[in-house]
């Protein structure tokens, strides 16, 4: 406990320090700022900045006629999260762009972690978490587009989403990249793989020896398979929902930009219409009128939390927290899913075969990027490829139910000191298991469960806004989810032992015991079931806790165009729709959810889009 508490001071006393330096390499703040005073009324409120908010709000700003106020509970992105190479700042306990949230205690699963609850990432940060994100961009699976149309929300299909994945893209590789034919290449947010490193290289030449397919890109035709990773990095910088839609759209006189601005409450009249928002701001509750629609794109965890202080959900817990009821709507905060990842598979190599990480960030590679935004600070330090397998066969076995994250990092490359609190681990239990591997050189793999079974729930702590909400993913209370993750530890393993890696690395697996799972056979199912429910965690992709769904399904929140139930004016917007969450990160479908939702908006009132 006292090495977390420090891992907090220094952070919080270290940071502050480095920002005013980096300023000086980049200043990408000034344009988030209102211009002008607040009116009155908007046409459009939006909710949140995120992927989902920000490009509504830009989008809409785009008809001359239509004033939209966009709100945002977090400040402007720090400097430091605008360089590629300091994007893992970001992950550090008490970083100020972050919510601070954590699970409640999981019952089914996270037995090495503290009170066996898990940090919750969140971007409080105009940007929402595409600002402080690991700058992953995957669409996710064809599959999984095709399934939401088969629950019921037409229009939603691979086919019919494509065109709002390439509207945002900006691709940046050459005119000759075999992979600039999948994606967009005008849109605000800019992409490109990045390159392919010799652990990258093994990575891939494995999974070919396992017998897995090698893609241009894995946001092509078929998302199974190995190829590079593609990331959200333009000219040497995050491309974020900050920097791709609301810095070019931030001096149309039409979109208000407010941050530091936490939304309480929806305010509705008789007819159950959204009329407006109450908001604080410093200091201040502020009633501010909205003409057409609210808009809530406040994430997987502040959508439901603010629908149900606003009157929307399920009846008896609103009753529960004296809240009157203007719609009893029982999916708002139900459904919530998330990635989880099992952490500690780990191979230790010879000395001086993978370049040290601190080795990169030096005076002139900081004299370069300030010159010019390249070098190694424009660049994700690590090597940090994925790939999507099937595990678990199913009905489709094209379609993952896996991701393997590779990280050219050993869990202990800190020797030990700020890896725990990144993740809430038991620092304890932590050492005991890893320690011996402190000082040494090599690389993890973690297999992630990109399509859980598990259901959670987003509960209110109480009426008061200022209060974080119960957050219960319930992880691994399915058994499904278990076994398939046991199938994913066993084929990590698999590729990380293949030749592709011995012949350059001469790589041994960490193979000591997890002492909490002792009475189990080493490497038995029953071992790695054990060890799943003690190394998993999130792999932060929460979801699904504000459902699309079918009137028939009483659990929805929203319809397929968004419309919240029981009432009229309202939206959602983000993550929190997905029926199902996409098979990989989800900041990608986030911003095609938003493109979507714009034209959807447009089209009803009247305007082409």
């Not at 908007?42 to 939209?68: H, K, Q, T």
């Not at 669409?139 to 939603?156: K, V, Y």
């Not at 199913?394 to 896996?402: E, H």
Request: aromatic residues 10%; glycine residues 10%.
């Amino acid at each position: 406990m006292f090495v977390d508490a420090l891992v907090r001071i220094v952070s919080a006393a270290a940071l502050p320090l480095l920002r005013i330096l980096l300023y000086l390499l980049v200043n990408e703040t000034g344009y988030y700022g209102l211009r002008e005073p607040l009116t009155e009324s908007y046409d459009f409120i939006v909710v949140g900045s995120g992927p989902g908010g920000s490009s509504v709000a830009s989008r809409l700003s785009e008809i001359e006629g239509w004033n939209v106020l966009l709100l945002e509970a977090g400040s402007p992105p720090p400097p430091d999260s605008v360089i590629p190479a300091l994007a893992s700042l970001s992950f550090l306990p008490g970083y100020s762009a972050d919510w601070g949230y954590n699970s409640v205690p999981q019952q089914h699963g996270l037995k090495n972690f503290v009170n066996q609850a898990g940090r919750l990432t969140q971007g409080r940060v105009v940007g929402g978490s595409s600002a402080i994100n690991g700058l992953q961009y995957v669409r996710g699976s064809r599959q999984d587009f095709d399934n939401w149309a088969a629950l019921g929300n037409p229009g939603w299909d691979f086919e019919s989403v494509l065109k709002y994945f390439h509207k945002a893209e900006r691709y940046r590789g050459s005119a000759n990249d075999p992979a600039r034919k999948y994606y967009g290449t005008s849109g605000p947010i800019s992409v490109r793989q990045l390159a392919k490193g010799p652990l990258t290289r093994a990575f891939i030449l494995g999974g070919q020896e396992l017998g897995y397919p090698v893609h241009e890109d894995s946001n092509g035709p078929i998302q199974l398979g190995f190829s590079v990773s593609t990331v959200t990095i333009g000219d040497g910088m995050r491309s974020s929902a900050a920097s791709g839609y609301l810095k070019p759209a931030s001096t149309r006189p039409n979109l208000h930009i407010l941050h530091s601005a936490t939304a309480h409450q929806i305010i509705f009249d008789d007819n159950k219409r959204a009329v407006g928002v109450k908001f604080e701001h410093r200091g201040k509750v502020i009633i501010v009128g909205a003409k057409r629609e609210v808009i809530v794109s406040a994430g997987a965890i502040g959508s439901p939390k603010l629908l149900m202080l606003s009157g929307v959900g399920p009846k008896e817990h609103l009753y529960k927290h004296k809240i009157n009821l203007v719609a009893d709507v029982p999916g708002v905060g139900m459904n919530l899913h998330d990635h989880i990842n099992i952490m500690g598979l780990s191979w230790s190599v010879k000395r001086g075969l993978i370049p040290n990480v601190l080795s990169q960030l030096s005076a002139r590679t900081v004299k370069q990027y300030a010159k010019n935004k390249q070098g190694p600070l424009s660049e994700i330090p690590a090597e940090v490829p994925s790939s999507w397998v099937n595990v678990g066969g199913g009905v489709d076995p094209l379609w993952p139910d896996t991701q393997i994250f590779f990280n050219s990092l050993l869990p202990t490359s800190d020797y030990g000191i700020v890896y725990p609190s990144l993740y809430n681990l038991n620092r304890e239990r932590f050492l005991n298991y890893l320690g011996d591997l402190i000082g040494q050189e090599g690389y993890s793999i973690r297999p992630v469960l990109v399509r859980p079974k598990s259901r959670g729930t987003i509960r209110l702590k109480s009426n008061n806004p200022r209060d974080a909400p119960l957050i219960d993913p319930n992880y691994l209370s399915h058994p499904d989810d278990v076994r398939t993750l046991v199938e994913g530890v066993k084929l990590s393993i698999a590729l990380g032992n293949t030749s592709a890696f011995a012949k350059n690395y001469y790589p041994k697996f960490y193979d000591k015991p997890l002492p909490e799972c002792a009475n189990f056979k080493f490497a038995s199912d029953g071992y790695w079931a054990c060890y799943v429910r003690h190394m998993g965690s999130t792999f932060l992709h929460l979801a699904g806790s504000c459902k699309m769904a079918p009137p028939s399904d009483p659990f929805g929140v929203v319809d397929h165009n968004l419309k919240v139930r029981g009432v009229q004016g309202l939206r959602v917007v983000d993550a929190s729709v997905m029926p199902q969450a996409t098979s990989g990160n989800t900041g990608a479908p986030t911003y095609m959810i938003g493109e979507k939702a714009a034209d959807s908006i447009k089209a009803e009132w009247g305007v082409r889009g």
